[in-house]
T-cell receptor
């Protein structure tokens, strides 16, 4: 079993829909990162969080440390949100990555 | 701020040749990371430096891989000799503080193809 599991692997949505991507992990962490990888390959760090909830524009990330689970939400999705979203968990000695969720938002 | 700068963007080489990938971190960042991304294995951490010192190189696949950080503004990842299975996208990232506790800033990556 992978230490970082993301679901779904692939997600197709219509523009305007509310999107949720989930991440579960089995290791101890000091922080969880959500990354966005554009079709061109560049990687952007969206959030780093160790508790609670963070919001940036239409993006919201939550984490439940007790349940070892995090969600990334996108409100009012747009075709430009189409990308691979990667969950990564880190502690002082290691970082592990999920396999990513490929999101396609259709106009 | 120019962000993390990697070069080259693309590298095509023949098996057995030496390959050197370069990275310039964001000024002021004291941690630098090298990652490899493949379709089969996704993103993997190869090595990371803190204050120019290699902290953890357990992700380096074999002795053919080596990384250096001679100063705070430059790092190299070298593969010698290269093999076709080294074909991947190699990312460099930098951050303030230790990995896992600070936001990561990624370069655009180097796509390596070894034929």
């Amino acid at each position: 079993k992978n230490e970082v599991e993301q679901s779904p692997q692939n997600l197709t949505a219509q523009e305007g829909e509310f999107i949720t991507i989930n991440c579960s992990y089995s290791v101890g962490i000091s922080a969880l990162h959500w990354l966005q990888q554009h079709p061109g390959g560049g990687i952007v760090s969206l959030f780093m969080l160790s508790s609670g909830k963070k919001k940036h524009g239409r993006l919201i990330a939550t984490i439940n440390i007790q349940e070892k689970h995090s969600s990334l939400h996108i409100t009012a999705s747009h075709p430009r949100d189409s990308a691979v979203y990667i969950c990564a968990v880190g502690n002082n000695n290691d970082m592990r990555f999920g396999a990513g969720t490929r999101l396609t938002v259709k106009p | 701020d120019a962000g993390v700068i990697q070069s080259p963007r693309h590298e095509v080489t023949e098996m057995g040749q030496e390959v050197t990938l370069r990275c310039k971190p964001i000024s002021g960042h004291n941690s630098l990371f090298w990652y490899r991304q493949t379709m089969m294995r996704g993103l993997e951490l190869l090595i990371y430096f803190n204050n120019n010192v290699p902290i953890d190189d357990s992700g380096m696949p074999e002795d053919r891989f080596s990384a250096k950080m001679p100063n705070a503004s430059f790092s190299t990842l070298k593969i010698q000799p290269s093999e076709p299975r080294d074909s991947a996208v190699y990312f460099c990232a930098s951050s303030l503080g230790l990995r896992g506790n600070s936001p990561l800033h990624f370069g655009n990556g180097t796509r390596l193809t070894v034929t």
